[in-house]
């Protein structure tokens, strides 16, 4: 490959800002009950230390594994039994290392279910309550429970959030997340934030949580013209949603095959031959090896600005967003693609929360590989990828953001930390997958007046920083021995060379979808 000649100097004449780092509000994980495990544990507990996390968001706080309601008596109308155990034994484990919930209420406890349309691995209820009057008496034992246990000046700093992703739902749907339509939803909010407010009006109560950006006017209307309490909104992005269509009917822009399996006629002539079947993989494959194609440099930057002008004065956070790339989403690709968005994405929302921390992920059943594009930063084994490097130089920076410089796939931002006078450029070279990308020859240029004592760099790229790229050469074995394990975690520390810096000016190369810190100390 040829490399690009870049040129970029930086100017701390230009206006800068203070650098809010929002992106470290909140991470992902999966649904409750595996926060009772000591490995999920451990890398939380990492996580905060090394990327700075203050809250942590996952679904299934109600589900039935975690046994916070039992009917002991499995007769209609016989005593409710409420056991919030297991929630304090994960809470308490949050406190302990200074985190937070960021509590997701959700789903329906099978007791207080309408139906039994459950999801997942894990048997996630995603019915309605068949008795709204009975979920708002369970809301506010919960929310009592919590007032008495961690006190109500802490339960105030957390947020409480109804659901999630209501609008990939509808009763004809084969994986709902919920399985009722918007107003249902909107009907379980009310009834839930009421419930909140109830036994605090400190509390803070939000949604929707739906995909997509989905249904925030809406929303916020609904919410204004019922007084119905609303502290703050929350969406879900991924850079392949607007292709997609999840749960916006004018999001698609080119035919897909998920549509025949929303419609009920044409799911059951499928799933009923094999034939069908065959033919509709095929399809979805072809699909999806094509989708990013379509998919803009910089898609999620735009869907935060659309949000924010949506959300108006409340408050915005997304709390799952990703580059949901696959394998790609475990190297390089996946780090540039976090790097870009996060720096981009500043001043636009109030917290994020990538999705999610960890490969302990158990939707569709523990996956064996060590790496096999799942969502987690780190792997199952605690390894870190690539992602999890870019979000500990992101932990790095400093506090004044300049103007970005861009170049084609070149992005340089430039930082000043002044708590130790260090001049930082956190360089950028990122495009979307299937398009076009290349080595960038870069020579920046330092500020005249500015005398720089030493200059260091850390990389990711596709030989930095990339235990995917380890274990691709191991040969992707599925189960890790502890050797290689240990050549794992090797390749994937971040490492610092030190820079030379010629009179005012220094030359580096970035790699494709490469990302590059440089400290200047002054």
């Keep these: 490959m040829k490399s690009l000649v870049k040129k970029f100097k930086i100017d701390l004449t230009a206006p800068a800002k203070e650098l809010d780092r929002y992106w470290e509000m909140c991470v992902g994980s999966c649904h409750a009950a595996t926060a009772l495990r000591s490995d999920w544990q451990s890398q939380m507990t990492r996580c905060r230390r090394e990327l700075g996390f203050k809250y942590v968001r996952f679904h299934g706080l109600f589900n039935d594994d975690m046994n916070v309601v039992q009917q002991p008596v499995p007769i209609p109308g016989t005593p409710l039994r409420l056991c919030f155990t297991y929630v304090d034994v994960i809470f308490d484990f949050l406190l302990s290392i200074n985190m937070k919930p960021f509590v997701e209420l959700g789903f329906m406890p099978q007791a207080l279910a309408s139906g039994a349309k459950t999801l997942f691995h894990y048997k996630a209820n995603t019915t309605p309550p068949k008795d709204y009057g009975q979920w708002g008496w369970f809301i ?24 999630n992703e209501p609008n990939l739902g509808g009763k004809d749907s084969p994986a709902a997340f919920w399985s009722a339509d918007k107003e249902e939803y909107f009907k379980l909010y009310e009834v839930t934030a009421r419930a909140l407010k109830a036994q605090d009006p400190g509390l803070k109560a939000g949604g929707p949580a739906t995909s997509n950006n989905a249904w925030l006017p809406e929303f916020i209307a609904f919410c204004k013209n019922g007084g119905v309490p609303l502290d703050f909104i929350t969406t879900h992005s991924y850079p392949t949603d607007v292709e997609v269509g999840y749960g916006v009917e004018d999001s698609g822009t ?5 549509e025949k399996m929303n419609d009920p006629e044409q799911r059951a002539q499928i799933m009923a031959s094999p034939e069908k079947m065959a033919a509709f993989f095929q399809e979805m494959s072809i699909y999806q090896s094509h989708i990013w194609e379509r998919v803009d440099r910089g898609v999620l930057t735009k869907m935060a600005r659309r949000a924010r002008d949506e959300a108006g004065e409340l408050p915005l956070y997304y709390t799952e967003w990703g580059s949901l790339a696959g394998i790609e989403s475990d190297g390089p690709f996946g780090a540039s693609f976090i790097a ?9 929302v109030q917290g994020y929360s990538f999705w999610a921390f960890s490969d302990i992920f158990e939707e569709q059943g523990q996956h064996p590989a060590a790496f096999h594009g799942g969502f987690g930063l780190l792997t199952q084994h605690g390894v870190p990828k690539a992602p999890y490097r870019a979000f500990q130089l992101l932990h790095q920076l400093g506090n004044k953001l300049y103007p970005m410089l861009n170049d084609g796939t070149v992005d340089m931002y430039p930082i000043l930390k002044e708590e130790t006078n260090v001049l930082q450029a956190l360089v950028v ?9 290349e080595p960038a020859e870069l020579y920046i240029e330092i500020p005249a007046g500015i005398t720089v004592h030493a200059a260091d760099i850390q990389r990711i790229d596709a030989a930095n920083a990339n235990a995917l790229a380890a274990w691709n050469t191991l040969g992707k074995p599925e189960y890790l021995s502890p050797s290689q394990k240990a050549a794992l975690l090797a390749a994937s520390e971040l490492s610092r060379e030190t820079l030379t810096v010629n009179a005012n000016y220094l030359a580096i190369t970035v790699p494709p979808q490469g990302i590059a810190l440089i400290n200047l100390y002054l």
């Design 254 to 258: 080119f035919a897909n095959p998920l």
């Design 140 to 163: 506010g034992e919960f929310v009592k429970h919590l007032l008495e246990r961690y006190g109500r000046d802490e339960v105030r700093s957390w947020f409480f959030e109804v659901w």
């Design 340 to 348: 870009k968005t996060v720096l981009d994405n500043t001043g636009l």
């Design 429 to 437: 070279n990122h495009n979307s997958l299937l398009h076009d990308i």
